[in-house]
């Protein structure tokens, strides 16, 4: 090997002006946040169904309960629960599926938009649907289906918090395992659909057979809508269900450490 | 011609694994020039230029690509470099005139966005989804937002691949325009047409190792004798062909002897081995 390495001239740049400071981190992930909600109101049909079809399963499961009020009170928080998983998790294991395979995460690496910005920017597109979906549930809870306005925002607040960042990051580890973006659905479904029935979306968990009883007290969908359950209908304090929240946030490293891990910019060669 | 460096590479090599797809490679880019990378497929000009790009990691060897080494992926480099990529997606549901203003956005001392609309061909579909686009106008597209940084230096991997000719022709124009705007290109090409008309200096690579290197001119000229092919049509219209290293002589002869003999000669042409005869002769498999 030589003895010098090798140099290049920097360039000037091909402007007079002076050399401009970079844009800043947090302007770039407010600009892609704008512009992600942006292009999600343009496609009207998948916005469309982002919102109908929590508000759908509360309309059909409140109709068939209507006259009993142990259920809805059950069915509200479930369906809050899962709200959060379709709007972070399953979304975002799409996404972020879809801008891989179509290129696009391959063309915003060629920028000099930090990664994270980027990624903050998509992750606010995703958890603004879900604060929505959850405004749009406690208040058709409240007007239809006699379940007050929700006894402790605060716990309500942290819980949702925990249950996004959660299953954003385990959504976007799951789209690192799917190959393309037609198999999507598929993988995607086979989390989503076992998850929603198992961690009591629709019954109380605690009335689940013994078998399933095991695996739901895994799963961190569970607790997060024990965590809603109390903070919106049964009035146990945060302090109550740290617990749950222990087991979310448990999930949450893991989620994590697997999104960040298995990350890839690029198209599968296959 | 600058004798700056805006690209430099010494004793490249990528592995995968066991196979080693790019052994050692040495070349330079100078500031303000094309520069033409040639190979077949599979030959290592994409991982090279992935490595130069910031794609890649190397397995082994020095790459500076503006005073930087792009496998840092520093913010500062990649403001200066403009990719336009085959393989490169964009959002469906935003128009080219806000998607040009996003990524203006990036960049410290963007380019103004209507300029860059103009420079690419792209106005009239200003406001147009770019989903509704062409295939043609989305690689136009593809050069608008490399453009829109205002970059130094462009990388441009087979700019015209699916191009109707009077596509190409404007595409070429566009390329000796970034040229005229004092930008470094790299281009990467399979029309050797192409890299004739474009490049100052071409590297042709093969199997992970750069064959020869030089203005496409010249490089006809060093592989073995100065062979011109003489052609011509002779008076029963059959075409044909002779070697020489002497042109003026042959030539001499050939017309002095259709004169005598009143035979009119047709098509007649001297021709040196194009970029494409010695492409075509290194790459051949042995």
Redo the contacts between chains.
């Keep these: ?2 003895a010098t ?7 000037q ?3 007079t ?1 002076p ?5 800043s981190f947090a ?2 992930a407010w ?1 892609q946040y704008r ?1 992600e909600r ?2 999600f109101w ?2 009207p049909s998948a916005a469309f169904f982002n919102f109908a079809l929590p508000l759908l399963f509360l309309a059909m499961f409140g109709a068939i309960f209507s006259s009993n009020q142990k259920n809805l009170n059950v069915i509200v928080p479930g369906i809050a629960g899962m709200s959060v998983l379709s709007t972070t998790f399953s979304a975002l294991a799409y996404n972020m599926t879809f ?1 891989r395979e ?3 995460l ?2 915003m ?6 990664s994270g910005a980027y990624l903050l920017g998509i992750a606010g597109n995703a958890i603004t649907n879900t604060f929505v979906q959850i405004v749009l549930i406690t208040c058709a809870g409240k007007v239809f289906f006699g379940v007050d306005w929700p006894k402790d925002l605060g716990e309500l607040i942290v819980f949702v918090v925990a249950g996004v960042i959660c299953f954003a990051s385990l959504g976007v580890a799951l789209s690192h395992v799917i190959p393309n973006y037609e198999s999507a659905s598929a993988y995607v479904n086979a989390i989503f659909l076992p998850v929603i029935i198992i961690s009591g979306v629709f019954y109380d968990a605690n009335n689940a057979p013994a078998f399933l009883d095991g695996i739901a007290e895994a799963l961190p969908l569970t607790h997060l809508i024990d965590g809603l359950s109390g903070a919106m209908v049964k009035g146990t304090s945060l302090g109550d269900n740290l617990s749950s929240l222990g087991v979310i946030v448990g999930w949450m490293i893991i989620g994590v450490f697997l999104a960040v891990r298995g990350f890839s ?3 599968r060669r296959n | 011609m600058s004798t700056e460096k805006a690209i430099e590479v010494r004793g490249l090599r990528k592995r995968y694994g066991q196979l080693e797809a790019v052994r050692g490679i040495d070349f330079s880019v100078h500031v303000g020039e094309v520069f033409g990378l040639l190979g077949p497929n599979g030959a290592g000009k994409t991982t090279t230029v992935e490595i130069l790009e910031g794609y890649r990691d190397r397995s082994e060897g020095d790459v500076r690509v503006l005073g930087h080494d792009p496998q840092q992926r520093g913010r500062e480099l990649r403001e200066q470099v403009g990719i336009v990529l085959q393989s490169t997606g964009i959002y469906r549901h935003v128009s080219v005139r806000e998607v040009l203003k996003h990524f203006a956005a990036m960049y410290p001392h963007p380019r103004d966005v209507e300029e860059v609309i103009d420079l690419a061909g792209l106005r009239g579909k200003e406001d147009a989804r770019t989903r509704t686009l062409s295939g043609g106008q989305l690689r136009r597209l593809d050069f608008a937002l490399a453009l829109i940084g205002d970059p130094a230096l462009i990388f441009l991997d087979e700019p015209t691949t699916g191009f109707d000719p009077a596509a190409r022709r404007d595409a070429w124009e566009t390329v000796r325009q970034l040229k005229e705007l004092g930008k470094t290109v790299v281009l990467t090409t399979h029309y050797l047409d192409e890299a004739q008309a474009l490049a100052d200096r071409v590297a042709i690579i093969k199997d992970g190792r750069i064959l020869v290197e030089g203005a496409p001119a010249d490089l006809g000229a060093g592989a073995g004798a100065q062979n011109y092919t003489v052609s011509w049509r002779n008076g029963s219209g059959t075409l044909n062909q002779e070697e020489t290293d002497d042109p003026t002589t042959f030539l001499h002869e050939l017309t002095s002897r259709a004169l005598a003999e009143g035979v009119k000669l047709d098509a007649i042409s001297v021709t040196r081995p194009t970029l494409e005869d010695v492409y075509l002769q290194l790459t051949a498999d042995s």
């Design positions: 090997m030589s390495a090798p140099t290049t001239a920097p360039v740049p091909t402007t002006a050399v401009a400071p970079s844009p302007g770039l600009r512009l942006r292009m343009r496609n801008m179509q290129g696009i391959k063309r690496r060629g920028t000099p938009v930090p910019w690029e198209q």
